[in-house]
C-alpha cells in the first residue's frame, strides 16, 4: 500500500448535525495515529466510516487504496474494527467465538488457543462469554482482531474496562501490529499514553480537523474528554 489512508474532505451528518465536516488527512503504512477530541467530536464516527459501517455524505476515503463506498468488501479484508460493542456470540465459549471467526475468514483454527494465551484467557478459553466481565470481553475482542491479520486495524477506545495488566496488553498490541506493517487509528482519551505509543495525532473538534501533528506534540493542543 503506498498510502494505508486517504480521506479528502470526509463529512458524515446525522440529522441536523454534521458529525464529520470535511475532515481531510492521510496515514502512510505502518504508522500509528491517535485520533483525540471531547466526546462527541467524532472519533467514532470517522473509526466507522473507514471500516465501512457507515457511509460518509460526502467526500471520499480509501483504505489500501480501496473506496469505502465502491470497494467495500476489499476494504473490510484489509480491516478490522475493535468498537466500543464487542459483538460476540454471548452462548458460545471464547474458544468458540474465535473458531466462528476464523471460519468466516476461511482461516486455520491452529492460531486460536495461542491468541487467547496472548491476551491472558488461556484458562478461560471453555468458558461462555455471558460469564465474562467487561474486561475480559475487551480482551477477546483484541484476540479476534489479531486472528484477522489486518493491514488498518481501527481500535476505539480500546483502554476501556481494561485494568492495568490490560493496559499493557493493549501497548503490547499495538507496538506488534506496527512492527507487522499494519497502519493503526487510535481513538483514545487516554493521549498522554498514546502521545508516547503514537506516531502521529488527529485532534477533532465538533466534527472538524482542529489540529494534527507528530503525537509528541499533541500535549500542547488543549485536550478534554
Known amino acids: ?23 481531510s488527512f492521510h496515514v502512510e503504512p505502518g504508522t500509528v495515529v491517535m485520533v483525540a477530541g471531547r466526546n462527541g ?35 473490510r479484508k484489509l480491516t478490522a474494527l475493535l468498537a466500543h460493542q464487542n459483538y460476540l456470540y454471548e452462548s458460545l465459549t471464547a474458544r468458540e467465538n474465535l473458531e466462528v471467526v476464523a471460519d468466516h475468514l476461511g482461516a486455520s483454527r491452529d492460531r486460536v488457543a495461542s491468541l487467547l494465551d496472548r491476551v491472558g484467557l488461556g484458562a478461560r478459553g471453555d468458558d461462555v462469554i ?18 484477522q491479520e489486518p493491514r488498518v486495524v481501527l481500535l476505539d477506545e480500546p483502554y476501556g474496562a481494561l485494568d492495568p495488566p490490560g493496559f499493557d496488553l493493549v501497548d503490547r498490541v499495538i507496538a506488534e501490529l506496527k512492527a507487522s506493517g499494519a497502519s493503526i487509528l487510535m481513538a483514545t482519551h487516554q493521549w498522554e499514553r498514546g502521545s508516547r505509543l503514537c506516531d502521529q495525532a488527529l485532534v477533532l473538534e465538533q466534527g472538524v480537523v482542529a489540529w494534527q501533528g507528530p503525537a509528541s506534540e499533541v500535549e500542547s493542543h488543549e485536550v478534554r474528554a
Open 1 to 23: 500500500m503506498t498510502v494505508a489512508i486517504d480521506a479528502k474532505l470526509l463529512a458524515r451528518r446525522y440529522g441536523r448535525r454534521w458529525a464529520l465536516a470535511e475532515v
Open 41 to 75: 467530536a467524532g472519533k467514532s464516527t470517522l473509526l466507522r466510516v473507514l471500516a465501512t459501517a457507515i457511509r460518509p455524505d460526502r467526500g471520499t476515503v480509501t483504505v489500501g487504496g480501496f473506496d469505502v463506498v465502491r470497494d467495500r468488501e476489499d476494504v
Open 130 to 147: 455471558s460469564t465474562f466481565s467487561a474486561g475480559m470481553r475487551k480482551r477477546l475482542s483484541l484476540a479476534r482482531v489479531l486472528l
